[in-house]
């Protein structure tokens, strides 16, 4: 693994889960070892071959060959007849997040302006949204620390994950929309950039993005990997595209054993247990210095409750629990969005309810004739929960399919 940190082997020990994924098998087979143990290795395991006659062997070799000829088909074709209407929701979507508007050309393979400048060291991270870019931070920090000339390439499909990505990286990464997943597009991604490897991040897996790198020789690992019981069976119904799919990766990093066992039923390979990436992030003193200012705007002495980072329909349903509950005396509630253009909608829904929840920013101060606050740079992040007494995460109380109940 000497290319992906560009030091000797026989260097520093290297612990934690980041490292556990940078030491990931069939990345070690093809750039050396550093020698960091993993939690577990967990191979396929062996069959006995099946004995058919030559009739039967012929016929089984062919059934699923064109199953997956016609599912990949099928599949490709529902992209080229949504390709007129891609555009449009691009810029649809750009009415509340203008970011969608912007390099409109790389969503179809066409690079130019700061992406086009990466040199020919390149290493490929997709995070698909916010959540998995934060999740990435601890990886993409070891990488960039150890070896600084090398390109880290970030891509993304949401606006507010290239947020995230710019705020926590900055220039030290190059980033970029991922093309969406049709041939002609995910080629030019690859032919434009040339990545060593490739690092998908939880659950992202594209057919047509997947087939063209294996075409290419280039190592596909999917990382941080999870997958619900839910997920499983709806891969399992469209078996002839998935398991095609997840047999093209080169290795996979999983959370949980579970999900081992789930992704190895869809044909999975080299299967790494690692854990969870987000364990190995660490709360810089600038958050704690934060949550010290934000308890200080509260009231050092008031028992205050963030509902920090909620979703769309999640506010309604936690003031309706909260009408029903009885809360101390002077008790201090401050919700904040996840999104920042769901503000003013949240702001209409306390209006609409005639809850008296006055906006404040970080650095204002709360009367104490305020039951309530709504800020989302109150409520956000690991700074505004530490200013509380007890924090309710987003996504607590309403599924919204990314993300298994309870994480």
Known sequence: MTWFLGYDPGGRARHGV????????????????????????????RQRPKRFSPRQARI?????????????FAYT??????????????????????????????????????????????????????????AVAPLIERLVRENPRRTILLTHMTATGREAGRALFGNRVAQAWLPYDIPFAVRRFLTHFH?????????????????????????????????????ARGYSRIAPLARPLVRALAGVAAQTPEDADRLRALGAREIVVTGNLKFDVGIPSAMHDRGRVLRGNFGIDRRVLVLASTRDGEEA?????????????GALVVIGPRHPQRFDTVAALLTERRAAFPRRTASSAVTADNDGV????????VGGCSGAGVALGGRCCRSTGEQRKGR
């Open 60 to 72: 089984c070799a062919a059934s699923p060959v064109a199953e997956r000829m016609i599912a990949r």
């Open 195 to 231: 990545p060593r490897a490739g690092l998908l991040v939880e659950t992202e897996l594209w057919p047509n993005l997947t087939a063209a790198a294996s075409r290419s020789g280039m190592p596909l690992l999917l990382i941080n990997a999870r997958l619900s019981e839910r997920s």
């Open 374 to 381: 709504l800020g989302a740079s109150l409520a956000g992040g």
């Open 77 to 134: 074709l529902l992209w080229w007849l949504a390709l007129p209407f891609l555009p449009v929701r691009l810029w649809w979507r750009g009415r509340r997040e203008p970011l969608y508007r912007s390099r409109i050309g790389e969503r179809f393979g066409r690079y130019a302006g700061a992406a086009c400048a990466v040199g020919n060291d390149v290493l490929w991270i997709h995070a698909v949204s916010v959540g998995e870019t934060r």
């Open 317 to 329: 349903l936690l003031l309706d629990a909260l009408a029903r509950a009885t809360l101390p005396s």
């Open 18 to 45: 980041a490292a556990a994924v940078i030491d990931m098998p069939p990345l070690t087979a093809r750039f050396g070892s550093i020698g960091t143990p993993v939690t577990s290795v967990m191979p396929a395991p």
